[in-house]
């Protein structure tokens, strides 16, 4: 009778682990260099095909400058204490929906 604690001395076997390990393909320096000029010369072609702004675009980006410009201006006039005072100022003003209701039972 064989003993019911005795366990073979082998490795474990895993799901992930494959006994033949599949080797990757590698390309060719021709075909590496020729796919990078390739990838080259598409950029080039584009930033020259890129068409001229029109007069709606140009005013957009305009604004969206100044708009930017006046925004930096405004966080820039306030210092740190400020922000902080006037963020509590308005949490205090808030309603405090969120607190729990007190509930007496003796009442």
């Known amino acids: 009778m064989s003993d019911p604690y005795e366990c073979n001395a082998t490795a474990l076997k895993l799901k992930s682990s494959s006994s033949k390990s599949k080797k990757k393909k590698h390309k060719k320096k ?6 990078n ?9 584009q930033s020259h095909h890129s068409p001229e ?4 675009e140009i005013a957009f980006r305009r ?4 708009r930017q410009a006046e925004k930096i201006k405004k966080l820039a ?5 400020q922000r902080v005072e006037q963020l509590n100022a308005y949490l205090d003003s808030l309603t405090e929906h969120y607190d729990i209701p007190k509930v007496s039972w003796t009442k």
Do not use: Y
């Open 53 to 56: 702004r029109t007069k709606a």
């Open 30 to 35: 021709s075909d590496r260099i020729d796919s």
């Open 77 to 81: 006039s306030k210092t740190h204490k």
């Open 37 to 45: 000029d390739d990838a080259i010369e598409e950029e080039l072609d």
């Open 63 to 66: 604004i969206q400058e100044k």
